[in-house]
Structures are given as C-alpha cells and as structure tokens.
C-alpha cells in the first residue's frame, strides 16, 4: 500500500511538473512575442532623403518572352491555300542597361535609359503539302529607349509601389544570318512600341532595388514580304510583342 501511494504521489507530482513547465514555456513565449512585437514598433527608414534629390542613375537587367503578333492576309486558309497555321511561339529575351530616373513631382516620375536587348523572334508554318516547313528565325540585337511616366504610392517604411506607361523606341543594330538565306525572315530595323507595367520600390541600406513587371506592344508594322518564295503571301503584318521582368538597382 505504501509503495503504491508513493508512485500515485509522484505520479501525480510529475503532472504538476510537466504543466508547469508548459505554463512558464507559453508566458515565455508570450514575453518573446511581446517584446518582439514592442521592437517592431520602430523601423529603420534606409536614404530617408531619397526623394529629395531631383535625379536618379541605376541599371537593369531583364528577363523575358519576345514574340510576333502575327496577323493574316486575306489569302490565308482561302480556297487554293494550302497553309494551315503562322504562329509565333514565344522565345526567351535578354536586356542590360542603364536607367535614369527624373522626379517630376511627389507622385509622378519621368524614367528613360539605353537598353541593349537580344530576341530571336520566329515564325512557325504548317503546310498541308509541306506539314516539316522549317521554322523562320530572326536573331538579332535592339537599341532601346524607353520613355515613360511613373505614378508612384506613398512611401510605407522602406517599399512603395508605381505602375508607369509611355513608349519605347527601338533600333536594331546586328542581326544574326540565318543558313538557308533564300527564306531568311526580313523585317523593319525601327520600332516604336507601347509600353506599360506595374513595380515594387525596395529601399535597402546603401541602394533601392526594384523589380518590375513590364509588357510591350509594338505599333510598327515589322513585316517585309520576300521577293521570292510565295510562303508568306498569307502574312499581313508582325507586331512585336514582348512580357519582361526587369530588375532594377539605383
């Protein structure tokens, strides 16, 4: 009787231990939250003057998908047609360059800069007497300038964010010979295209950093139709059209 009392007592002392240690483990949780909580009161504010200073440099790199926007003539899929589909699959595109950043007001920004760009934009054709027409491939490199204007939020700590649209001239400076030269895909060396895209500001100890999701509607019809080889009588129009993630450092 004896020994099974003492096991029920300090049965019972050890679920006294065990919730106690559970009680001081929540209360010092707790604390920790608290005081966590009470130290997140204060934020430090990075280039708190940033906005003051008229003018910004920085550089950019971006990342994204460069297609045609393929429109069609009257004679494609007509009776005698033999194509079956033009279309333009995305390829990856690649931008380095330089930025500036002119303040115009608290809330509106003018941004511009020099972008060297690399697409390799294509054209695919299905035939019904020819269904392994090879693709066509332009490879080539663009000088850019865009031109936008930037309505940006307040600023919440260190981040805000802006969306900004305008136009974007391109010029292109070198392309890259394809093989089969007799249906080399030609177009126009100048573009001016419509841009627009929504950002996120992150200011950091010694250089903001901004990430920015752009797209690019090109206005200049880029299409040339060749002297030879009939293939592209059922193409009216290409229009550049492009969706990049560009990241940027001031």
């Known amino acids: 009787m004896l020994t099974t ?5 300090y049965y019972l002392h050890r679920q006294k231990v065990i919730l106690s240690c559970l009680f001081f483990g929540i209360c010092s949780v707790g604390t920790s939250i608290d005081a966590n909580a009470q130290n997140y009161d204060y934020k430090r504010i990075y280039d708190e003057y940033y906005d003051d200073k008229p003018v910004h440099f920085g550089f950019l790199f971006g990342f994204g998908s460069s297609r045609f926007n393929v429109y069609h003539s009257s004679s494609f899929q ?4 033999t194509a079956i589909t033009i279309v333009s699959p995305g390829n990856f595109s690649f931008q380095v360059g330089g930025l500036v950043n002119l303040k115009l007001n608290d809330r509106f920004d003018l941004k511009s800069g020099i972008n060297i760009a690399l697409y390799g934009r294509q054209l695919n054709y299905r035939f019904t007497n020819s ?11 663009w000088l850019e300038i865009p031109i936008l204007l930037k309505y940006k939020s307040m600023r919440r700590g260190n981040s805000r964010m802006y969306v900004d649209a305008g136009v974007k001239i391109g ?26 895209g929504i950002g996120f500001e992150q200011f950091f100890k010694y250089f903001k950093f901004t990430p920015e999701l752009r797209f690019s509607h090109g206005l200049t019809n880029l299409f040339i139709a060749p002297s030879v080889n009939n293939y592209a009588r059922d193409i009216q129009r290409l229009n550049a059209h492009s969706v990049t993630l560009y990241l940027m450092f001031e």
């Open 78 to 81: 007509a009776p005698g047609d």
């Open 5 to 9: 009392h003492f096991r029920n007592k």
């Open 131 to 141: 269904p392994d027409f090879p693709p066509e491939l332009r490879e080539s490199t």
């Open 171 to 196: 010029l292109e400076t070198n392309v890259r010979k394809n093989a089969n030269n007799t249906r080399k895909l030609d177009t126009r060396t100048s573009d001016l295209s419509l841009e627009y």
